[in-house]
């Protein structure tokens, strides 16, 4: 019976952290990225964010973020720079090719710094991938 039960990998699916200029209130923020690199739209999109560490955690963010077109991004989320030091979670759910994908994309706690940027393609800004 389980051996018959298909759970799908995903693929070209990617979830990025990126440090960028605020022009309403004149400082950086650190804005959260779903990205889709797959030749295929992905549809129904949802991410579930949390932060955590033992005893200190923060409220879970539902995002509904529908379809996302085929070599594109969308923001899911800002994050403030107090919470970078607690493990931030992002849990993305989407249909695509009739199937229900799932991943768990994790910014572990004090890695997102400038020190750790690099180049993130398809966005063309500098920034870092969630595990």
Known sequence: MKKDIEIPV????YVAII???NEEFL???????LINDQDTAIEMTM????GYDGDRKTSIMRHGIG?????????IEVVQEDVLSLNNEFFVTFYTDSKLYEKRFV???NTVTETNL???PLI???GIYAK
């Open 107 to 109: 910014f572990e706690k």
């Open 67 to 75: 379809m996302l077109a085929a070599k594109s991004f969308k923001k």
């Open 19 to 21: 440090c960028e200029w």
């Open 47 to 50: 991410a579930v964010s949390k």
């Open 27 to 33: 400082n950086k923020d650190w804005n959260v990225y």
């Open 10 to 13: 995903v693929k070209d699916v």
């Open 118 to 120: 690099t180049m993130i």
């Open 124 to 126: 063309e800004k500098e």
